[in-house]
């Protein structure tokens, strides 16, 4: 149980161009899912915080026009990458949490997504 | 953005002894911290958890230990093997705007693993 998927795993995209992430919680409801941004040899950083049927919140330093976030139904949050440039490649992740275990933080993470802008 | 934790440091144990990683946080009123595995283009694998309320918890050939007095935590790997090479990082829970909760990773340990 517990599963996380995103779609695609690899994506190039040429520069200017914007780019869709998926990130879908297979068995269970997520009322809250998470995306964090991975560069070479770096740890996880957040982004923002995908909240069903309402704004994300975005971490400081975010650009939220840039980074759009659409959290449309319990097992659904897509992340666009708008006007992509080089240095926005990376590796993208998504985690989701039960809505049904609010009273624990743990999280399920998704594969990762491989954003290669050119 | 926010990280704990102290520079990516590198691992090298001989399998079949025993690992530990370190990990430092600075938020002292973290209460929640989870440990997990990172494989090459994969996401986050779970290791184990533990409250801010114990100071030790043990799973199948790993302990974690949290030391809050120094805010510190460990991940002991026992009988290590060569499947147990990645990266492994430390994330701490903390409150976000709206009181939503939020987790902030360290930079991570990668972890080789020799015969």
């Known amino acids: 149980g517990a599963v996380v998927s995103q779609h695609p795993s690899r994506v190039i995209c040429k520069s200017g161009t914007s780019v869709k992430i998926e990130c879908r919680s297979l068995?269970?409801?997520?009322?809250?899912m998470f995306w964090y941004r991975q560069f070479p040899k770096q740890s996880l950083m957040l982004m923002a915080t995908?909240?069903?049927?309402?704004?994300?919140?975005?971490e400081q330093g975010v650009e939220k026009d840039k980074f759009l976030i659409n959290h449309a139904s319990l097992t659904l949050s897509t992340l666009t990458v708008t006007s992509a440039h080089p240095e926005d490649s990376s590796f993208y992740i998504c985690?989701?949490?039960?809505?049904?275990?609010?009273?624990?933080?743990?999280?399920?993470f998704g594969p990762g997504t491989r954003l290669t802008v050119t | 953005g926010e990280s704990v934790g102290l520079h990516l440091p590198t691992l090298s144990v001989q399998e079949g002894d025993n690992s530990i990683i370190n990990c430092a946080y600075s938020?002292?009123?973290?209460?929640?911290f989870i440990w997990y595995k990172q494989e090459s283009g994969k996401g986050p694998q779970f290791i184990i958890d533990?409250?801010?309320?114990?100071d030790k918890r043990q799973g199948q050939r790993v302990t974690v230990l949290l030391n809050k007095t120094v805010k510190h935590l460990s991940l002991q790997i026992a009988a290590t093997q060569p499947g147990d090479s990645a990266v492994y990082f430390c994330?701490?829970?903390?409150?976000?705007?709206?009181?939503?909760?939020?987790?902030?990773f360290g930079t991570g340990t990668r972890l080789q693993v020799f015969p």
């Open positions: 985690s989701a949490r039960d809505r049904f275990w609010e009273g624990s933080y743990e999280q399920y």
């Open positions: 068995d269970f409801q997520a009322t809250t």
């Open positions: 995908s909240n069903e049927g309402s704004k994300a919140t975005y």
């Open positions: 938020n002292s009123a973290s209460d929640y």
């Open positions: 533990i409250r801010s309320n114990m």
């Open positions: 994330a701490e829970n903390r409150k976000g705007r709206y009181n939503t909760d939020k987790l902030i």
